[in-house]
């Protein structure tokens, strides 16, 4: 169920929002969080809005998504959209369309319809702000999410991470490499028991998950870690033996080889946005193996 209330109020769009939850026969008990989303162009709205509605079956949320309207208008201007039921999810989604002198106060405009006594997320899925924690709906969440995938310069943006890295921020970036993370995990704890001399993780130039993998092992190691430009793989070296894992790049089967051993296939997809939201979502301390993943970028070396 989808209605659309132009040039409204908060008040109005509460006292709809309860009616259409009223009808639906949806209550509230059952959130166990409020996610903000704001996007910063129109061109990822549907796209993260399904990704919320894909996490909120294990995560029921309501979703608050703010967007900017007519920046230049005479007047402030709220036009807002409701959706319940098969169109939410297992949550429940309001849009606000901020114009006007409105479009700057997008935290006050999302503060009433906050749900009571249950925690806060705000996820930034294209442009983030520079220290997120700091941003006016930054200041609202416990959890705060970027996604240096979709800015506009995916490598500086997942090294900007860093600068503005508040305890409670991570990047949709670092969960799409958690499978990556335990394969690779998994392969050096088998015999033999060497450590790791150096590693090469290649892959696309605009692939910011593949920068903070590299920035992890760089912290994992005691070796230098070279990021190239070329076919997707993660090549890890050390004395007696050196493992690859690689996978086409549309492809959805990764290959595990180690030396004088045979190869192994193993299913490696690429995460959905969905899928990583969903996983960000189990947690709200800190990620301190993230932090020390962005301060292994700046140790290395691009090619």
């Known amino acids: ?85 098969g169109d939410a999810g297992a949550g429940e989604v309001v849009i606000l369309k901020l114009s006007g002198s409105l479009a700057g106060h997008a935290n006050s405009v999302v503060i009433p319809f906050l749900l009571p006594d249950i925690p806060v997320v705000a996820w930034w899925p294209d442009v983030a702000p520079a220290v997120p924690a700091e941003d006016p709906l930054g200041k609202l969440a416990v959890r705060r999410i970027t996604d240096a995938t979709n800015g506009t310069d995916p490598l500086s943006a997942i090294k900007s991470r860093l600068a503005g890295y508040t305890a409670g921020d991570t990047d949709l970036a670092w969960s799409r490499i958690t499978y990556w993370r335990a394969l690779l995990t998994s392969a050096v704890d088998l015999p033999p028991h060497e450590p790791i001399e150096s590693a090469v993780v290649s892959g696309l130039r605009d692939e910011p998950a593949l920068d903070v993998l590299a920035g992890w092992l760089a912290h994992c190691i005691d070796g230098p870690v070279r990021r190239e430009v070329g076919e997707l793989k993660v090549e890890l070296t050390r004395k007696s033996e050196t493992i690859v894992l690689s996978r086409p790049q549309d492809g959805t089967t990764a290959t595990l080889s180690r030396t004088a051993k ?42």
């Open 1 to 85: 169920m989808i209605v659309d209330l132009p040039d409204t109020t908060t008040t109005a769009v509460n006292k709809k929002l309860d009616d259409m939850r009223e009808r639906a026969g949806i209550v509230t008990m059952g959130r166990v969080l409020t996610l903000i989303i704001a996007p910063d162009s129109d061109a990822v709205l549907e796209e993260s809005i399904d990704a919320a509605n894909g996490a909120s079956h294990e995560h029921p949320s309501r979703v608050i998504v703010t967007m900017r309207g007519d920046l230049y208008a005479d007047k402030p201007r709220l036009d807002a959209q409701i959706r319940v039921g």
């Open 262 to 303: 045979p190869d192994a296939l193993v299913p490696l997809a690429r995460r959905e946005t969905g899928e990583c939201l969903a996983e960000d979502l189990r947690r709200l301390d800190a990620d301190e193996t993230f932090h020390a993943a962005l301060e292994g970028i700046e140790k290395v070396q691009y090619q």
